[in-house]
């Protein structure tokens, strides 16, 4: 099989697969919508009244299960590890952040662009003719992409 079948075949792939993504969300999206409808009716039938009881009812509920579980939580090494997970997560966002704004006057200089031997903190560069994505983890200077050679990066904004 020639290339060019190849990549005709690919794209005519990729193009079937666009097609029933998009068949699959709208199902999805209708299917949602009429759900709401028969929520929304369904609730407009219900007196006032009802619905406070409902809610009452579930706020105790829930602060019942608050108070019973809450000894076992304290000793809980599952809740103690998502506990300390979070709070890594939330320490290496802030870190993130306070490292954009650090590198922001600079990257405003660069404009987004790098090329080989600027100097960047970290980040993520995108390599301008192949597209491919250089991970840089510390200060260090920026070399040639690594899959093709080029020299002309792509700064993207960094996401927590």
């Known amino acids: ?23 699959h969300e709208v199902t999805q999206a209708v299917e949602l919508i009429e759900h709401a409808k028969v929520l929304i009716k369904a609730a407009e039938e219900i007196p006032e009244e009802k619905i406070i009881q409902f809610i009452d009812n579930f706020k105790y509920d829930l602060h019942e299960f608050y108070q019973q579980n ?5 000793h809980s090494i599952y809740l103690g590890l998502m506990k300390e997970s979070f709070w890594a997560v939330m ?17 405003f200089q660069h404009d987004g662009d790098y090329q080989t031997n600027d100097v960047i903190g970290f980040g993520v560069l995108e390599c301008k003719q192949c597209l491919k994505i250089q991970q840089v983890t510390r200060f260090s200077t920026v070399n040639d992409c690594l899959h093709c050679g080029y020299s002309h990066f792509t700064r993207r904004s960094l996401t927590p």
């Open 1 to 23: 099989m020639s290339d060019k079948n190849m990549l005709a075949d690919f794209y005519q792939n990729l193009a079937q697969w666009l097609t029933d993504v998009k068949k």
């Open 70 to 74: 809450q000894e076992q939580a304290k």
């Open 91 to 107: 320490a290496n966002i802030t870190d993130k952040s306070q490292v954009e704004w650090a590198e922001l006057c600079e990257d």
